[in-house]
């Protein structure tokens, strides 16, 4: 993993990543297979990962901030179950053995590519029931256990996290998508900064992979927001879908 070719390659992938994460979500799915294409381990290329698009959660949160302020009561909560949840999935993930976490890998492609894409389908949904009066407001004191376990998912592997906190979210407080979305983001980054900040300390992360992909990551992040206009998410959801399904298959194979 010296060579220019390998960090080009990574970083590419990393750019692609960034677009596909602003525009449609499951970046993952290019960057995971991408680095254990180019020879790292399957745990060392989860643990790269995690902490090279990391940033690119802090993006997306600080750009909707604002959205989250109806939910100051139950951020805090959320938040604090995030991070436990993503560190304990980490651990889980430096305790698995590099033939065990092989094994499962292709098992969790194939879940993240499922619910990405389910993505529309979820918000639709959520989108329903967030004009109409739930009636069951004690179903919040579920949402802090709940993404907690979710976190735990997040911390171990990532990718499909965000539609699984939204969808637990949409589910237990009675809130506009908007403001549930928000939250998702601040969730979402909290579990991965968590998991990454133990990663960093972990000795796993191959560190000038991790800051070429965190460059390219940041690019393309930047780059999907001047492209939202000219690009349509729903193809480019399909399109990450069926690449996270292929590669799903080729992993089963192998």
């Known amino acids: 993993m010296t060579n220019g070719f390998d960090f080009v390659v990574a970083g590419s992938a990393a750019v692609a990543a960034g677009i596909v994460n602003a525009l449609a979500g499951g970046g993952t799915l290019i960057t995971f297979p991408t680095l254990t294409f180019l020879g790292l381990p399957s745990i060392e290329a989860n643990i790269t990962n995690t902490v090279a698009l990391c940033p690119g959660y802090l993006g997306g949160?600080?750009?909707?901030?604002?959205?989250t302020q109806g939910q100051k009561k139950?951020?805090?909560p959320l938040l604090s179950a995030a991070i436990i949840g993503g560190v304990l999935g980490g651990l889980l993930l430096l305790h698995t053995s590099e033939h065990l976490f092989r094994t499962i890998v292709p098992f969790l492609i194939l879940l993240a590519s499922v619910l990405l894409a389910s993505q529309n389908r979820i918000r639709g949904w959520l989108t329903q029931r967030s004009g109409k009066s739930s009636g069951t407001p004690n179903l919040e004191r579920l949402a802090t256990p709940l993404v907690g376990l979710a976190a735990i998912y997040g911390g171990y592997f990532g990718a499909g996290l965000s539609v699984i906190?939204?969808?637990v979210l949409g589910l237990t407080i009675d809130d506009s998508l908007t403001r549930l979305n928000a939250t998702?983001?601040?969730?979402?980054?909290?579990?991965n900064a968590g998991v990454a900040l133990l990663f960093i300390f972990s000795n796993r992360v191959v560190w000038p992979m991790a800051l070429v992909m965190a460059a390219g990551s940041l690019i393309g992040g930047a780059m999907g927001g001047r492209l939202a206009a000219g690009i349509k998410s729903e193809t480019l959801r399909w399109v990450v879908v069926s690449i996270g399904i292929i590669v799903g298959i080729i992993y089963l194979i192998r």
């Open 61 to 67: 949160t600080l750009s909707q901030y604002k959205d």
């Open 74 to 76: 139950l951020l805090g």
């Open 165 to 167: 906190v939204l969808s």
């Open 184 to 191: 998702k983001q601040a969730v979402a980054f909290a579990a």
